[in-house]
């Protein structure tokens, strides 16, 4: 294994202002060593359309560059890719409408992407929620020309059981027009609880390197969401726990985040913040863990 170089955040909250978002990502920097940031660009309850400051998001994006701080953003969770654009052709122009908003935002903040999650479906037909996620990405992609990319997050398996396995968002991303403007954003509670991450069992961590780098996964995946979970592996319920206080072994987390594959990536705590310095606990649980001071 080999020491990394750490790169850790969290999740921020902006309270109204972007700037307020990037103030507290400069006192966390200081306090805690902090070198990446996410936050919501739009309300998470919502995709109708935001009203943002254009002049804040510039601010914030001088900020980001100057302390070295790489930013990302996460999509509204109710937004939804898998919506079929003929049964439901007002809420597709919506979605796609709030997705391009996303990207926009993101990319005046100077966010490297936005977090979106694979999609969601209440029939049984796998491969038409598929279908209609590639539609909805085709219909973004050719027409976004910015910097920001759509990151697809792997699932924890609830409402429809799309995107848990590597080969889905690894072929959705082949199977797009345009590739390019696609990562991806793992998180390792949904990996456990999905199934996907055998990290209980011996070589369990090294079967899901083999088989991320196997369907080319990992080169694409610009964000880790460090993520430790109070349910079962294969449960499929999506509960985080604070780092280093789930059911995930240490060893298992140690063993992947010293691999070549995840070995300089961004990880994010998703976790509920205690007191002013939010997560010290946890980031000094990581450094201890991985041998940094």
């Given at each position: 294994?080999?020491?990394?170089?750490?790169?850790?955040?969290?999740?921020?909250?902006?309270?109204?202002?972007?700037?307020?978002?990037?103030?507290?990502?400069?006192?966390?920097?200081e306090a805690e060593g902090v070198s990446c940031i996410q936050l919501f660009g739009k309300n998470p309850r919502s995709i109708e359309q935001h009203q943002w400051s254009q002049r804040d998001a510039a601010i914030c994006k001088d900020k980001l560059q100057q302390a070295g701080i790489r930013c990302f953003t996460h999509s509204a969770y109710v937004l939804?890719?898998?919506?079929?654009?003929?049964?439901?052709?007002?809420?597709?122009?919506?979605?796609?409408?709030?997705?391009?908003?996303?990207?926009?935002?993101?990319?005046?903040?100077?966010?490297?992407?936005?977090?979106?999650?694979?999609?969601?479906?209440?029939?049984?037909?796998?491969?038409?929620?598929?279908?209609?996620?590639?539609?909805?990405?085709?219909?973004?992609?050719?027409?976004?020309?910015?910097?920001?990319?759509?990151?697809?997050?792997?699932?924890?398996?609830?409402?429809?059981?799309?995107?848990?396995?590597?080969?889905?968002?690894?072929?959705?991303?082949?199977?797009?027009?345009?590739?390019?403007?696609?990562?991806?954003?793992?998180?390792?509670?949904?990996?456990?609880?999905?199934?996907?991450?055998?990290?209980?069992?011996?070589?369990?961590?090294?079967?899901?390197?083999?088989?991320?780098?196997?369907?080319?996964?990992?080169?694409?995946?610009?964000?880790?969401?460090?993520?430790?979970?109070?349910?079962?592996?294969?449960?499929?319920?999506?509960?985080?726990?604070?780092?280093?206080?789930?059911?995930?072994?240490?060893?298992?987390?140690?063993?992947?985040?010293?691999?070549?594959?995840?070995?300089?990536?961004?990880?994010?705590?998703?976790?509920?913040?205690?007191?002013?310095?939010?997560?010290?606990?946890?980031?000094?649980?990581?450094?201890?863990?991985?041998?940094?001071?």
């Open positions: 294994m080999k020491t990394r170089q750490l790169h850790y955040g969290c999740h921020v909250k902006k309270h109204g202002s972007f700037i307020h978002a990037v103030d507290e990502a400069l006192r966390l920097q939804n890719l898998a919506i079929h654009v003929s049964d439901q052709p007002e809420w597709f122009q919506k979605t796609a409408a709030s997705l391009m908003q996303e990207l926009i935002i993101a990319d005046a903040l100077g966010a490297q992407g936005v977090v979106v999650h694979f999609g969601t479906i209440k029939h049984q037909n796998k491969l038409q929620g598929y279908q209609d996620i590639l539609t909805m990405l085709n219909t973004i992609t050719p027409v976004w020309n910015g910097s920001a990319r759509i990151l697809l997050e792997n699932q924890a398996g609830m409402h429809g059981g799309l995107g848990i396995m590597f080969e889905e968002l690894t072929n959705i991303r082949k199977l797009c027009m345009h590739p390019e403007k696609i990562g991806f954003c793992f998180d390792t509670c949904h990996a456990y609880v999905s199934g996907l991450w055998r990290a209980d069992e011996a070589g369990g961590t090294a079967e899901l390197l083999k088989s991320g780098a196997e369907h080319g996964f990992w080169p694409h995946v610009e964000l880790i969401h460090l993520n430790d979970t109070l349910e079962a592996a294969g449960s499929k319920k999506d509960r985080h726990a604070r780092f280093g206080t789930g059911i995930i072994s240490q060893a298992a987390f140690k063993e992947l985040l010293t691999s070549e594959e995840l070995l300089h990536k961004p990880m994010i705590l998703e976790t509920e913040p205690i007191g002013p310095q939010l997560h010290a606990d946890e980031w000094e649980q990581l450094r201890s863990l991985l041998n940094e001071k």
